[in-house]
Nanobody, 115 residues
Framework: QVQLVESGGGLVQPGGSLRLSCAAS????????MGWYRQAPGKQRELVAV???????DIAESVKGRFTISRDSAKNTVYLQMNSLKPEDTAVYYC?????????WGQGTQVTVSS
């Protein structure tokens, strides 16, 4: 089992920044990918960014140039740095971990971008 604890969400004005963190614990060896998804009201959950164990990343076009994903392997933590936030970035952000074909989800953290 893998346990995920997310933090860093909140209310921010347009143009502002937030950093989300997701700390993994438990059976953390052999994690192949860590990433972030988001789900806005009335919409499907969508990929925001993912980082593979080798270090390569995939970023959604809608956030490319504004969001950055990184991983601290020593802390088993993945980060999502979000800059130049827009109202359309408002959503619940979920951390996702893939380990040996099993997917684990965090509880979600709310990000609200509003003036």
């Amino acid at each position: 089992q893998v346990q995920l604890v997310e933090s860093g969400g909140g209310l921010v004005q347009p143009g502002g920044s937030l950093r989300l963190s997701c700390a993994a614990s438990g059976r953390i060896f052999s994690i192949s990918a860590m990433g972030w998804y988001r789900q806005a009201p009335g919409k499907q959950r969508e990929l925001v960014a993912v980082i593979i164990s080798g270090g390569s990343t995939d970023i959604a076009e809608s956030v490319k140039g504004r969001f950055t994903i990184s991983r601290d392997s020593a802390k088993n933590t993945v980060y999502l740095q979000m800059n130049s936030l827009k109202p359309e970035d408002t959503a619940v952000y979920y951390c996702k971990v893939d380990r040996r074909g099993v997917v684990y989800w965090g509880q979600g953290t709310q990000v609200t971008v509003s003036s």
